[in-house]
């Protein structure tokens, strides 16, 4: 089945540091991306749809600055958390579709815990 | 517009016992609906999805919902909780593209 590889799937760094993340499909090839956030117990909220080749698309109230997104090929999309702070400590979590299989939901990467000192 | 309802954030059952989660969605169109669930400090597993065929699905772990339009209803189901169930369960509405999520219901399973 189609995987979706999360990394790293936890960090824990100092308060303006900046955090990559990366979401990687590892069977498919995945033009569109998603990057979700869920804070402690719950919903996931859509930050932003990640396209490749292309600029990302940001939610309402999403920093886009803060929030960097790359999607530089077919199987690798980026989260850049910028300059991070307490307040951006939350679990991040990637999907992905195949773009091949259209009946298909997206999939999901096990999530990547970020907690900012 | 899509919204989706999740009426129970917590539901506790003994092991062995049936598995009941709620969930109602709003749709002005006929939706596609999703369960999936959370292990915690996991991603996300689908669990089931339903796209207008039949209307009772079966899913992975012997889980399955009924879709029941005239309700908007998409209950998730077990008929024999196991521990390992333990987890939360997300009841999502939308297409591939948008998924609408719920708040959530946790499982808790008491041996």
């Known amino acids: 089945g189609a995987v979706v590889s999360q990394h790293p799937s936890w960090v824990i760094c100092k308060s303006g540091t900046s955090v990559k993340i990366e979401c990687r499909s590892l069977?498919?090839?995945?033009?569109?991306m998603f990057w979700y956030r869920q804070f402690p117990k719950q919903s996931l909220m859509l930050m932003a749809t990640?396209?490749?080749?292309?600029?990302?698309?940001?939610e309402q109230g999403v920093e886009k600055d803060k929030f960097l997104i790359n999607h530089a090929s077919l199987t690798l999309s980026t989260l850049t958390v910028t300059s991070a702070h307490p307040e951006d400590s939350s679990f991040y979590i990637c999907?992905?579709?195949?773009?091949?299989?259209?009946?298909?939901?997206?999939?999901f990467g096990d999530g990547t815990r970020l907690s900012i000192l | 517009a899509q919204s989706v309802t999740q009426l129970d954030s917590h539901v506790s059952v003994s092991e062995g016992t049936p598995v009941l989660l709620r969930c109602n969605y709003s749709?002005?169109?006929?939706?596609?609906l999703f369960w999936y669930v959370q292990h915690p400090n996991k991603g996300l597993q689908l669990l089931l999805k339903?796209?207008?065929?039949a209307t009772l699905v079966k899913g992975i772990n012997g889980f399955e919902a009924e879709f029941k339009k005239s309700e908007t209803s998409f209950h998730l189901t077990k008929p024999s909780a196991h521990m390992s169930d333990a987890a939360e369960y997300f009841c999502?509405?939308?297409?591939?593209?948008?998924?609408?999520w719920g708040a959530g219901t946790k499982l808790i399973i008491k041996p």
């Open positions: 749709s002005s169109y006929s939706p596609s």
């Open positions: 339903y796209t207008s065929a």
């Open positions: 999907s992905a579709r195949d773009e091949e299989l259209r009946n298909q939901p997206q999939h």
């Open positions: 999502v509405v939308g297409s591939n593209y948008q998924l609408i």
């Open positions: 069977d498919f090839q995945a033009t569109t």
């Open positions: 990640s396209n490749e080749g292309s600029k990302a698309t940001y």
